[in-house]
């Protein structure tokens, strides 16, 4: 196959020749268009080993696909994204970038999780079934090891007790904490939320977020698109304001809910808070 140009417009990121490179994410001069719309304009973000980063903006945004592109579910058109140093979705042969293959995506996409809005689990999958299904299909786990590391990650969401029920019988919440369980179970390097809670009744919203605030506390790197504000503000170490698929503003949550410099995210914080 030809060579692919994904840095078109950029100079390559320092170290990216090397393949060394900060951060668990990060993201460089990533555009995306779908036909004439831009929905990711130029974006640079950069997520470190354990760190808590939380993306709020309007709807339109850019938000889903900016999370999308980091496991390589969506493409970019030019830009890099690497995964604790690893290209995704390319391989670096001499001064040149190959598109990878389907099962050498797949291997590098089994280092980032995701957790839809929609949990998007398995309707004849039990829970546990669910869980240990990329474990012994993608990575190969021997079935008894996948089953008992499956037992514990239900457990660590607090649902050891519905190993062997099919989705259909668990509420919104325990749904959507199978599915924290089960893309937690590939032990990936960055976990992504995008708006975990949106599809859940308030009285279940509570539960999910617990287990996610447990996650951010035990060191996981976690990148959540939420509009939880208050949330956001308990969690992120930074949060990350979009707006028309760019990056408006990057800062603390105390920086940016008290002081927005940006007039965009000043009004939307006064809609949202
Ligand atoms: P957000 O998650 O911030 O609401 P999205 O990333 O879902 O924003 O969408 C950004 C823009 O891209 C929207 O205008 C949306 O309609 C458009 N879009 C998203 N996915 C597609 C697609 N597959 N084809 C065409 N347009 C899309
Ligand atoms: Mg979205």
Partial sequence: AAPVSVVADRKPLAGFESGRIGGEVAIHGVNKSFG???????IDLTVGSGEVVAIIGP????????????????????????????LIG????GDALYELKEPAIRRRRAGVGM?????????????LENVVEAPISVAGVPREQALASGRDLLARVGLADKADVYPRHLSGGQQQRVAIARALALRPK???FDEPTSALDPELVGEVLDVIKELAKSGTTLVIVTHEIGF?????????????????E???????FSAPTHHRTREFLAKVL
């Fill in 59 to 86: 709807s339109g945004a850019g938000k889903s696909t900016l999370l999308r592109t980091i496991n390589h579910l969506e493409r970019v058109n030019t830009g890099l994204v690497a995964i604790d140093s690893e």
């Fill in 250 to 256: 990057i800062a603390a949550p105390e920086r940016l």
């Fill in 90 to 93: 390319y391989e670096r042969r």
């Fill in 115 to 127: 957790v839809f809005q929609n949990f998007n689990l398995f309707p004849h999958l039990t829970a």
């Fill in 190 to 192: 960055v976990l992504l």
């Fill in 232 to 248: 956001a503000r308990e969690v992120a170490d930074r949060i990350v304001f979009m707006e028309a698929g760019r990056i408006l």
């Fill in 36 to 42: 004439t719309l831009k929905v990711l304009d130029d």
